[in-house]
């Protein structure tokens, strides 16, 4: 194991297939995933958040699962009435309307086809699509963007679908697989944003290992007229991805 050198962060990066352990500390002003990526030199699978909510940032190189995300087109829209349907979605995403596929194509088709701010996209595991999620810049929703901390934010929702894929550690991979694509997308946003509900602790887990900081709790009008209280959990880029 090489010397540690002294930072800000401690960064532990597990590497799965070879049963080795590298440990080191993110240098001033270097984001957690470099230091990450700093400390597996030449392993050529990129390290991924194991979890990043402790003082100590802990990533996994694992090459199996392959966790991507795609944009959403329409012929996802089955899969997607399916997934809005399961109980472990449909108890958060109620407020959406009706898992029907005429609901959900009136809901989100407009979004798939690029007519309003928010974009759809798929999850994907080993090129299976398991879950969905969707962004969007918080400045584009006025009402939304004067209750949360930064509206220039890119707002995150966020579920995976397939029952057989819950609990398997997959959540803050595809948080990550997300943050690094809007990274991209997004250059100019310095942080990204998720509002789940209070009693989702699983999603409010997956939030946590993936980097987002829990803040204020506030109340957010749902779709259906009714009103969820909801924890504000910010994703610094700077400081995570760089």
């Known amino acids: 194991m090489p010397p540690m050198e002294q930072g800000r962060d401690r960064v532990l990066v597990e590497v799965a297939d070879h049963d080795q352990v590298l440990a080191g500390h993110a240098r001033d002003g270097e984001p957690w995933a470099a230091a990450a990526r700093r400390l597996v030199g030449e392993v050529t699978a990129p390290p991924v958040p194991l979890d990043l909510s402790g003082p100590t940032k802990r990533f996994?190189?694992?090459?199996?699962p392959r966790v991507t995300v795609r944009d959403m087109t329409r012929?996802?829209?089955?899969?997607l009435t399916r997934w809005r349907a399961q109980p472990h979605v449909a108890r958060w995403w109620a407020s959406d309307?009706?898992?029907?596929?005429?609901?959900?194509?009136?809901?989100?088709?407009p979004r798939i086809d690029g007519e309003t701010p928010s974009r759809m996209w798929v999850l994907e595991v080993n090129g299976?699509?398991?879950g969905f999620g969707q962004h969007y810049r918080i400045a584009?929703?006025?009402d939304y963007a004067l209750l949360v901390p930064d509206p220039a934010?890119?707002?995150?929702?966020?579920?995976?679908?397939?029952?057989e894929w819950t609990g398997r550690a997959l959540g803050s991979r595809m948080i990550w697989a997300w943050a690094l694509r809007a990274r991209a997308t997004y250059p100019e946003a310095p942080v990204f944003f998720a509002a789940p509900d209070h009693r989702n602790a699983a999603s409010r887990r997956v939030l946590a290992k993936a980097g987002f900081v829990e803040g204020l709790w506030f109340d957010e009008p749902g779709h259906d007229g009714g009103v969820d209280t909801v924890v504000g959990c910010t994703f610094d880029v700077a400081t995570v991805i760089g």
């Open 75 to 79: 012929g996802d829209l089955r899969d």
């Open 60 to 64: 996994v190189v694992d090459r199996d």
């Open 128 to 130: 299976r699509s398991v």
């Open 153 to 163: 934010a890119i707002g995150v929702d966020y579920a995976i679908g397939e029952p």
């Open 140 to 142: 584009d929703y006025p």
């Open 97 to 109: 309307g009706e898992p029907t596929y005429d609901a959900v194509e009136r809901r989100y088709g």
